[in-house]
């Protein structure tokens, strides 16, 4: 199954997504949202490299002796706070208000120091200004990857796709497996996800995206509405995630020169 549907709200408590390890299109991660009404705490030791991405809501986060407190209104206007953890963590969660986060665990027998990322520390980037006739606008955030964090297996993001504009372009592809899951705002909204084998997945609010096998995976959002989605990727024994190989058919669009209709003729 590439692509995941829910309609309905998330239930309390975690509800998981994918499996590593699964035997359809594994991804090599565990992908879940986990939802705590106000008052709740979650207390966990982990089995396996996590990090807990703050969606919505006001958290108070303990691991390592460390506390640290985190609110989110908006995924689209807000940038995002996120906890790291390796194996073996004691981690605990309370939740200050009623609290959405996406988690999202690897197998990794590496040891690293614990990092919570708070918005001032993620990397948050406009792409596509000035090219393609804006039609690429867009809001990439990356809160770590081989940059900052050399020890993880995971590589965990965020993008914001601006109404009627394309995201993951131009088309490119990585052999390390992702996961895209998404958001609309408002949340009737919709786009599409175009996969290398030329099937084209209407993805809705909630909707997940399992991208394997190399696969080219460019994103659009309908006219009106802005989507949001997370990013996951896993890195491969002996072959981290560095930059994706794109499509070269396509690169010349990124070009601010390059002539586009109506100026082009031909």
Not at 158 to 170: C, D, F, L, M, R
Request: glycine share 6%; proline share 6%.
């Amino acid at each position: 199954m590439k692509l995941i549907s829910r309609k309905e709200p998330y239930d309390w408590g975690y509800t998981d997504i994918t499996t590593e390890g699964e035997q359809v299109r594994d991804t090599m991660m565990d992908f879940g949202i986990l939802r705590l009404p106000q008052g709740k705490t979650e207390s966990v030791v982990t089995e396996k490299e996590v990090a807990y991405l703050l969606m919505d809501g006001a958290a108070k986060f303990t691991f390592a002796g460390q506390t640290v407190h985190a609110q989110r209104t908006s995924l689209f206007h807000e940038s995002c706070s996120c906890l790291h953890v390796p194996a073996g963590s004691s981690v605990e969660i309370v939740a200050e208000s009623d609290l959405e986060l996406t988690v999202v665990a690897t197998t990794n027998t590496k040891h690293f120091d614990p990092v919570f990322y708070s918005a001032a520390d993620v990397r948050s980037e406009k792409r596509g200004e000035g090219t393609m006739q804006e039609t690429s606008t867009r809001i990439v955030r990356t809160i770590f990857d081989k940059t900052n964090t050399s020890k993880a297996n995971l590589v965990l993001g965020e993008v914001v796709a601006h109404p009627g504009k394309w995201s993951s372009y131009p088309p490119h592809h990585h052999p390390q497996p992702e996961i895209y899951h998404y958001r609309f705002l408002p949340e009737q909204g919709f786009g599409v996800c175009v996969l290398d084998d030329g099937e084209v997945l209407k993805v809705e609010h909630q909707s997940t995206v399992k991208i394997v096998e190399d696969e080219v995976h460019p994103q659009s959002a309908a006219p009106g509405y802005a989507m949001y989605y997370v990013w996951a990727i896993r890195h491969l024994e002996g072959n981290p995630y560095t930059e994706p190989t794109f499509d070269p058919n396509h690169t010349w669009v990124e070009n601010p020169d390059a002539e586009i209709f109506p100026n082009r003729r031909n």
